[in-house]
C-alpha cells in the first residue's frame, strides 16, 4: 500500500466525505472537499458542556458559538481529523473560545456607551458583569484536561490562545489600514487562525520542529488569508447590521474597506472580496501541491498537516454559511437545552463598584510603592497645593495640615526600593491562584478579593526580603537577594514598613475590626513559625518530624490561612462560613513548603534561582535532612557525616560543591529523599481528597484549585 492510500484510509476511520449536492458553498472552495468527523454527537457533548459550564459559572448565553444544527458543528468540519477522544475537549475549547469573543465585543459596546471609560476599564467591566472568577474556573478546567491529555500540544493552544486576547480592539485602531496586504497581516493575528491551527495540531497530536514551522510558514499566510476573507464576506451583514445600529464601531472588514477605498456598494465590494478569497483559495491548492513534490513534503506528519489545513477551508466556508452565529434567521434559544436549575449569585457589583476595581488591579503594577494613608496613588492627587483630605476615621480629622509643598512631604524613594526590587523579580503566583480557587467557593466581590490578594502579595514580598536576610541567601529567584543590593540596614526597614503598608490595606477592608483580628493573629503564627525554624538551625538543633510539620503550618501555611480567613470573614454567604479549608490548606502548605526542600536539593531550575543545594550552605533543617537524622537508625555514619557537613556550612555560610554532593550521597543511604516523595504523594491524595468533599458539600466543583495542585505536582 503506497502512502497516499494509507493516508486516506487513516482520514476516513475519523471522518467522511460530505456529498456536495447537500450544500451550497456560493462558488467558493472549487475544487475542495468537505469532510464530517465521524464523533460529531462527541463535538456536539463538548459544546453543550461548555454552555452548560458557562451557565452555572458565569450566567446566560446571548450568542451562538460552534453549534451548526443544518451542516455539522465548527469542530466536526473544521477539525476532522481529530483523535477520537480529543473531539470532545476541542469542541469545549472552541466554544469557550466563540463565547469569550462575545465578551469583548460587548466591552466594545460599553467604550460606546461610556466614551469616558478607557478600554481597559471597559473590558474589566463587562468581564466583571460576567464573573470573573467564573471565567478563570471554565479556563483553569480547559487548560487542566489540555495538559493531561498531551502537554506539549496543549501549551501550544493556551499559548495562541494568549496571543489572540492580547490582540485587542485598541490595536485594531490603531492601524488605518491603506492595503488589502496590511489588513490580512493585521487579520491572520485578530481572527483567532493561530488558536484553531494550534487546536487542529493537538486534535492529532502533532508538533513541529523549528525548521518545520518555517517550511509550514508561507503555506500558513495563504491559508489564513482564504479563511479570514472567507469569514469577512460571510459575516459583514451581521457587522454592518451592528454598526448601523450603534451597538458597535466600524467594522474591521475587507467588505468596509473595499466600499471604502474603492467608492464601491456593498454588493459590489461583496464580490471583489469573494473574488480575493478564490484567488487565495487556488494559490493554496497551488503552494501545497508545490511543497509536496519537494523532499520535505515527503514527510508523513507534514501531508497529514497540510490536508487538515486544506480541510479546514471548506469546513470554515460552509459552517459560516448556516450557522446561527452568522445569520440571525436561523437562531433558536441559546441556551436552549442546557441546564438551568444553578444559584445565580444575586449581588452584582455597580459599574461604580468596577471601576474602582479596575483602579485596585492598575495600582497592584506599582504594589511596590507605598501607597498615601487613604489609598490613594500620588499620582492621582489633584495639582493644587492648597487641596488636603483627612481620613474619615483618624482621630485628628480636624485638625488638617495643608501642605504648600511637595518638597516638605518626606520621599518614600529609599524605602521603596528594596520593596520595588525584589517585587520585579518573576512570580509563580500560587497566592493570587490560591485566592481565586478559594473564591468558587466563598464568592466575595471582585473589588475586596483584589484588596485582599495585595495583602497576601506585600506579606509574601516583606517575608522574601526578611527570610534571604536570616538565612543569608546571595539569590532570590536567581538574582541577587535585596541585601546584597541594598544593605542589610535598608531592606529590614523597606520590609518592616511593607508590613506596616499590608496592615494600612487590611484596613480599608469592608469588615475592618474582624480583618485587623485575622491579620494579628496569622502574623503572630508566621512569626512564631519562623522562630523555630532560625532556633534550630542557630543552635544546630534537629526538630522531630512532627515539630518541622507544626513549624511549616505557621510558617509556609499561615499565609494561605490568613488569605481563607479574611475571605470569609467578607463573604455575605452563610455557607461560606462553614466550608472547612483547614485541613485543605495544612496539606496544601505542607505539600508546597516540603516541594520546595525536595526541590532545593535535587532540582536543576533551583540551582540557577538560589544556588546549587542552598540549603545545606544555611546549615538548615529541611525536611529531607530531618528524615536522614531522625530516622535513619540503621546508617549512623551517614548521619554524623550530614551532621557536621551542616555545621560547617552554618559556620562557613559556604560550602563546596563536593562538600554538598557528599552530603547528598549521604542523602541517598538514608533514602530519605525517597520517604520525601512518598510524603509528597501523600500530602497530594490528601490535598486531593479534602478538595473532593469540599466539592461535594458546596455543589461546586474547583477546576482552578485543581490547576493549581496539578501544576504545584509537575
Same mark, same amino acid.
Given at each position: ?118 478600554? !481597559? ?323 466575595? !466581590? ?83 513559625? *519562623? ?16 515539630? $518541622? ?22 463573604? !455575605?454567604?452563610?455557607?461560606? *462560613? ?11 502548605? *505542607? ?6 526542600? *525536595? ?22 533543617? !529541611? $525536611? ?91
Amino acid at each position: 500500500m503506497d502512502q497516499s492510500q494509507s493516508l486516506l484510509d487513516e482520514y476516513n476511520e475519523t471522518s467522511y466525505v460530505v456529498d456536495s449536492s447537500q450544500f451550497d458553498s456560493q462558488g467558493f472552495c472549487d475544487g475542495y472537499e468537505l469532510r464530517r468527523h465521524r464523533c460529531e454527537s462527541e463535538a456536539n457533548l463538548g459544546a453543550y458542556e461548555a454552555r452548560r459550564d458557562w451557565l452555572r459559572s458565569i450566567g446566560p448565553i446571548d450568542e451562538f458559538g460552534n453549534a451548526n444544527p443544518y451542516h455539522g458543528d465548527f469542530t466536526s468540519v473544521v477539525l476532522p481529523f481529530t483523535i477520537p477522544d480529543r473531539v470532545r475537549l476541542c469542541a469545549y475549547a472552541m466554544e469557550y473560545a466563540f463565547i469569550y469573543d462575545n465578551v469583548l465585543e460587548s466591552a466594545k459596546e460599553n467604550l460606546l456607551d461610556d466614551p469616558n471609560l478607557s478600554k !481597559s476599564d471597559a473590558y474589566e467591566i463587562d468581564c466583571s458583569n460576567l464573573s470573573i472568577t467564573g471565567a478563570k474556573q471554565l479556563e483553569s478546567k480547559i487548560i487542566l484536561s489540555l495538559m493531561k491529555k498531551d502537554k506539549l500540544c496543549g501549551q501550544q493552544v493556551m499559548q495562541k490562545w494568549k496571543e489572540a486576547v492580547l490582540t485587542t480592539d485598541g490595536q485594531k485602531q490603531a492601524k488605518p489600514f491603506t492595503t488589502m496586504d496590511q489588513y490580512l497581516d493585521f487579520r491572520h493575528l485578530d481572527s483567532g487562525a493561530a488558536f484553531v491551527r494550534a487546536l487542529i495540531r493537538f486534535g492529532m497530536g502533532l508538533t513541529f520542529t523549528d525548521d518545520e514551522e518555517a517550511l509550514l510558514k508561507p503555506l500558513t499566510r495563504t491559508n489564513a488569508r482564504a479563511l479570514c476573507l472567507a469569514n469577512d464576506y460571510v459575516s459583514f451583514e451581521r457587522e454592518l447590521d451592528a454598526y448601523q445600529n450603534h451597538s458597535s464601531d466600524e467594522p474591521i472588514n475587507a467588505v468596509w474597506l473595499c466600499m471604502k477605498w474603492d467608492n464601491v456598494d456593498a454588493a459590489t465590494a461583496k464580490e471583489r472580496v469573494k473574488s480575493l478569497t478564490l484567488q487565495y483559495e487556488a494559490d493554496f491548492v497551488r503552494e501545497r501541491d508545490a511543497f509536496l513534490s519537494t523532499d520535505a513534503g515527503q514527510s508523513r506528519k507534514l501531508q497529514r498537516y497540510l490536508q487538515a489545513m486544506t480541510q479546514q477551508i471548506p469546513g470554515n466556508l460552509v459552517w459560516s454559511l448556516s450557522c446561527p452565529r452568522y445569520h440571525a434567521e436561523r437562531r433558536y434559544d441559546p441556551n436552549a437545552g442546557a441546564e438551568l436549575d444553578f444559584d445565580l449569585q444575586t449581588s452584582r457589583p455597580t459599574v461604580e463598584d468596577l471601576r474602582n476595581a479596575c483602579k485596585v488591579r492598575a495600582n497592584e503594577n506599582k504594589s511596590s510603592a507605598p501607597m498615601p494613608a487613604d489609598g490613594h496613588s500620588p499620582d492621582a492627587m489633584p495639582e493644587s497645593s492648597e487641596v488636603c483630605e483627612a481620613r474619615v476615621d483618624s482621630p485628628v480629622n480636624d485638625s488638617c495640615v495643608r501642605n504648600s509643598s511637595h518638597k516638605n512631604t518626606p520621599s518614600s524613594e529609599h524605602v521603596s526600593g528594596p520593596i520595588e526590587y525584589t517585587l520585579s523579580h518573576p512570580s509563580k503566583g500560587v497566592r493570587d491562584a490560591l485566592a481565586d480557587a478559594l473564591n468558587v467557593w466563598l464568592g466575595i !466581590s471582585p473589588i475586596v478579593l483584589e484588596r485582599i490578594k495585595r495583602v497576601i502579595r506585600i506579606l509574601h514580598n516583606a517575608s522574601l526580603m526578611l527570610d534571604d536576610i536570616e538565612d543569608c541567601s546571595p539569590l532570590r529567584r536567581g538574582k541577587p537577594a535585596a541585601h546584597t543590593v541594598f544593605g542589610v540596614p535598608a531592606t529590614l526597614n523597606a520590609a518592616n514598613f511593607a508590613i506596616l503598608e499590608a496592615m494600612e490595606e487590611v484596613c480599608k477592608l469592608p469588615e475592618k475590626l474582624a480583618s485587623l483580628e485575622v491579620f494579628t493573629q496569622q502574623m503572630r503564627e508566621l512569626y512564631v513559625g *519562623q522562630s523555630y525554624d532560625l532556633h534550630w538551625s542557630y543552635n544546630n538543633q534537629c526538630p522531630t518530624e512532627k515539630e $518541622y510539620l507544626h513549624m511549616v503550618e505557621q510558617k509556609t501555611g499561615g499565609l494561605f490561612v490568613m488569605l481563607a480567613r479574611l475571605m470569609q470573614v467578607h463573604s !455575605s454567604s452563610e455557607e461560606a *462560613q462553614t466550608v472547612p479549608l483547614q485541613k485543605l490548606l495544612t496539606s496544601l502548605g *505542607q505539600y508546597f513548603q516540603i516541594r520546595d526542600d *525536595q526541590r532545593n536539593l535535587t532540582t536543576s531550575e533551583l540551582e540557577e534561582q538560589k544556588g546549587f543545594c542552598e540549603d545545606l550552605d544555611e546549615g538548615k533543617f !529541611s $525536611y529531607p535532612i530531618v528524615l536522614a537524622l531522625q530516622h535513619s537508625d540503621d546508617h549512623q555514619s551517614a548521619r554524623a557525616i550530614l551532621r557536621q557537613i551542616l555545621t560547617s556550612g552554618k559556620a562557613r555560610r559556604s560550602l563546596s560543591k563536593e562538600m554538598k554532593l557528599l552530603a547528598l550521597e549521604q542523602l541517598g543511604k538514608t533514602s530519605s529523599l525517597e520517604a520525601t516523595k512518598a510524603k509528597l504523594e501523600s500530602l497530594y491524595a490528601e490535598a486531593e481528597g479534602q478538595l473532593s468533599k469540599i466539592e461535594q458539600q458546596t455543589g461546586r466543583e474547583n477546576w482552578i484549585m485543581r490547576l493549581l495542585l496539578w501544576k504545584l505536582s509537575l
